[in-house]
């Protein structure tokens, strides 16, 4: 896509959300529908990482969140959570240099310490590497829960407050979403499922209290780049329509939405 492409693209898909969350669902039924092991739906799937990742970066948004493995996943067959991992080696072993050479920091989200050796070490090292990238911030769940990731918040907090390090009345949402994996990125605006699938399924729950959700039943590895752009414009459509509600009157709900969304940085459409 050439450069005037990509800003008639940026235009026609403003405003654009600051930070994607994408919970890439249908691996294993592409591959079965196919008669393939599971195995080459997940290596299907990682494929269009590739895309997905460099549309992102193209189009400035600020981060993207991908939920690769659940704490949930452990209670897969033996086997397929093994491939899983290699694939993961494969990746960081495969991708990283061109993400770093593309200015994307990698960020892996979760209780990564659990990760078996290899993947941990992986993992630090791409992080290392792209650490001062300023580009893409490209957040990677692995062994990631949004439950799990809130009690450790918790007791980070009430840790701090036992020890004297930290005062009751100074804890409140800011305090709390400090703690978080997410820490030092903005909250989720845009929320996509593919695979059909219409929950979040423990994924950045709290992170996505503001957050459309586009829900596809396309599967992750058929989510093309026109796929994206289409989820990216549902969610300009629906900004411009508030918006515009705004503009005209909208209510007195309305305008208190405008009142919350100044305080959480955009978004105020939830609760009503």
Same mark, same amino acid.
């Given at each position: 896509?050439?450069?005037?492409?990509?800003?008639?693209?940026?235009?026609?898909?403003?405003?654009?959300?600051?930070?994607?969350?994408?919970?890439?669902?249908?691996?294993?039924?592409?591959?079965?529908?196919?008669?393939?092991?599971?195995?080459?739906?997940?290596?299907?799937?990682?494929?269009?990482?590739?895309?997905?990742?460099?549309?992102?970066?193209?189009?400035?948004?600020?981060?993207?969140?991908?939920?690769?493995?659940?704490?949930?996943?452990?209670?897969?067959?033996?086997?397929?959570?093994?491939?899983?991992?290699?694939?993961?080696?494969?990746? /960081? $072993?495969?991708?990283?240099?061109?993400?770093?050479?593309?200015?994307?920091? &990698?960020? +892996?989200? #979760?209780?990564? *310490?659990?990760?078996?050796?290899?993947?941990?070490?992986?993992?630090?090292?791409?992080?290392?590497?792209?650490?001062?990238?300023?580009?893409?911030?490209?957040?990677?769940?692995?062994?990631?829960?949004?439950?799990?990731?809130?009690?450790?918040?918790?007791?980070?907090?009430?840790?701090?407050?036992?020890?004297?390090?930290?005062?009751?009345?100074?804890?409140?949402?800011?305090?709390?979403?400090?703690?978080?994996?997410?820490?030092?990125?903005?909250?989720?605006?845009?929320?996509?499922?593919?695979?059909?699938?219409?929950?979040?399924?423990?994924?950045?729950?709290?992170?996505?209290?503001?957050?459309?959700?586009? /829900? $596809?039943?396309?599967?992750?590895?058929?989510?093309?780049?026109?796929?994206? &752009?289409? +989820?990216? #414009?549902?969610? *300009?459509?629906?900004?411009?329509?508030?918006?515009?509600?705004?503009?005209?009157?909208?209510?007195?709900?309305?305008?208190?939405?405008?009142?919350?969304?100044?305080?959480?940085?955009?978004?105020?459409?939830g609760g009503v």
């Amino acid at each position: 896509m050439t450069v005037a492409e990509l800003n008639a693209l940026r235009i026609t898909l403003s405003p654009l959300p600051k930070h994607v969350g994408i919970i890439m669902d249908g691996n294993g039924r592409y591959a079965t529908r196919r008669g393939l092991p599971r195995s080459m739906g997940h290596r299907a799937g990682t494929e269009r990482l590739r895309g997905i990742i460099k549309l992102s970066s193209d189009l400035g948004i600020e981060a993207l969140s991908l939920y690769a493995f659940s704490t949930e996943n452990w209670k897969r067959p033996r086997i397929e959570v093994d491939t899983l991992f290699a694939i993961f080696m494969e990746y /960081f $072993t495969k991708e990283v240099e061109d993400l770093h050479k593309n200015n994307v920091a &990698i960020r +892996a989200m #979760g209780n990564i *310490a659990a990760l078996p050796e290899k993947v941990y070490a992986q993992c630090m090292a791409a992080m290392e590497k792209t650490k001062n990238n300023t580009r893409l911030k490209l957040n990677i769940a692995l062994n990631y829960g949004s439950r799990a990731e809130t009690v450790n918040a918790v007791k980070s907090i009430a840790l701090d407050a036992k020890e004297g390090r930290l005062n009751i009345e100074d804890i409140d949402e800011e305090c709390v979403m400090s703690r978080l994996y997410t820490r030092g990125l903005s909250d989720v605006d845009l929320v996509i499922r593919t695979g059909g699938e219409q929950r979040l399924s423990n994924f950045m729950l709290l992170q996505s209290a503001y957050a459309e959700f586009v /829900f $596809t039943d396309t599967l992750w590895p058929d989510f093309s780049d026109e796929c994206y &752009i289409a +989820a990216l #414009g549902e969610f *300009a459509h629906r900004n411009r329509r508030r918006c515009t509600y705004c503009r005209a009157g909208g209510g007195a709900v309305f305008r208190r939405m405008g009142a919350v969304r100044a305080v959480h940085g955009g978004r105020g459409d939830g609760g009503v």
